[in-house]
């Protein structure tokens, strides 16, 4: 990563669990998301587009994904809640099940 680069995340010390609560159909974190130029231009609908060498998509997905699997090698461990039919803002759009996810990691590790 040249601009945001999370590696030295899986080295933490002490390691606590993590909870990574996101919505099935967000926008904006998504391994194809619409809003990304690199990924428009892949699909080719940016005039111009320099090509994935100099403006790659950026798989937010999957990127925060390897990070997190990345701290599990590490000896750390996550959860990852998926919440069906919501966007970008989980605690806002459906917020019984945001807190549910919540609620029910902290009392796990509490």
């Excluded at 609908?45 to 090698?73: C, F, H, T």
């Amino acid at each position: 990563p040249k601009y945001c680069n999370l590696k030295a995340f899986a080295a933490i010390d002490p390691k606590p669990p993590v909870l990574w609560i996101r919505g099935a159909d967000d926008a904006f974190v998504s391994d194809t998301s619409l809003r990304d130029f690199g990924y428009l231009g892949q699909l080719g609908v940016v005039p111009n587009w320099p090509g994935k060498d100099i403006y790659p998509p950026q798989p937010m997905v999957s990127q925060m994904r390897a990070v997190l699997e990345a701290y599990v090698k590490n000896g750390g461990n996550y959860r990852e809640e998926v919440i069906e039919d919501c966007g970008h803002t989980p605690q806002v759009e459906k917020p019984d099940a945001f807190r549910q996810a919540l609620f029910g990691f902290i009392e796990e590790y509490s």
